[in-house]
């Protein structure tokens, strides 16, 4: 299992990597999280630069199938719309606070968008 630094999690069979950390994942899948729900959708071979790994794990194959209690799969279609709801929000909530820190002298940190 591998974490980016963008949030998304990729679940593979690791085939390579070099001294910078880049990584070459096999039958990887991008496991989607919002709210209680999940999706997982096939990327098939991927390459990932070292410097966008935040996490590196291994999966317990005994325990891979186990799904934690409040999660549940759903359509991808379904998770990709609450997805982008989930982030215009989040942008809104991340605009309010940027103002008030402004309101009391605080530059904000990044002025683009914020990575989760």
Do not use: C
Not at 5 to 10: A, H
Not at 77 to 88: D, N
């Amino acid at each position: 299992m591998v974490v980016l630094r963008d949030g998304r999690k990729l679940i593979g069979v690791l085939r390579s990597w070099d001294q910078f950390a880049n990584l070459v994942l096999q039958d990887t899948i991008e496991r989607i999280f919002v709210k209680d729900l999940y999706a997982d959708i096939p990327r098939g071979i991927f390459l990932v630069r070292g410097e966008n790994v935040l996490l590196l794990g291994e999966i317990d194959l005994d325990k891979d199938d186990y799904i934690p209690e409040p999660y549940r799969k759903a359509p991808p279609e379904e998770i990709h719309s609450l997805s982008v709801a989930e982030k215009i929000e989040r942008k809104s909530k991340d605009k309010v606070r940027q103002a008030r820190l402004a309101d009391l002298g605080f530059e904000a940190e990044h002025s683009g968008e914020v990575l989760f």
